[in-house]
């Protein structure tokens, strides 16, 4: 899924324009990166969660010359899957997001 995808099933979702809800999606993916940068975990039910973490500087090897090459400590970010979300791609169920209540159907 691209995040083209991702804005045209939320404007079905929520009956709104695609440019609201590209604007929805940017803000939700901008708050994400502005607090994982901050170093705040961001943590979403039944998703996952997003934190920042700090890698160390090692030795690494050039792949073409095989010379030994200092790699910089750096932060990367890591996302780690809810147990619900594991549970739902290692068992094949579908997402109840997308799927409309019975409430909600219409009659």
Do not use: C
Request: aromatic share 4%; charged share 30%; proline share 7%.
């Amino acid at each position: 899924m691209t995040k083209a995808n991702l804005i045209e099933e939320v404007s079905q979702a929520v009956a709104m324009t695609r440019k609201e809800s590209e604007v929805i999606v940017d803000a939700i993916f901008d708050s994400i990166r502005q607090s994982v940068r901050r170093a705040d975990k961001v943590e979403v039910r039944g998703f996952g969660s997003f934190r920042m973490r700090p890698r160390g500087s090692r030795v690494g090897r050039n792949p073409k010359t095989g010379a030994s090459v200092e790699v910089p400590a750096k932060n990367i970010a890591q996302f780690k899957p809810a147990r619900e979300l594991k549970q739902m791609v290692n068992t094949g169920e579908k997402s109840t997001l997308s799927q409309p209540s019975p409430a909600e159907a219409p009659m």
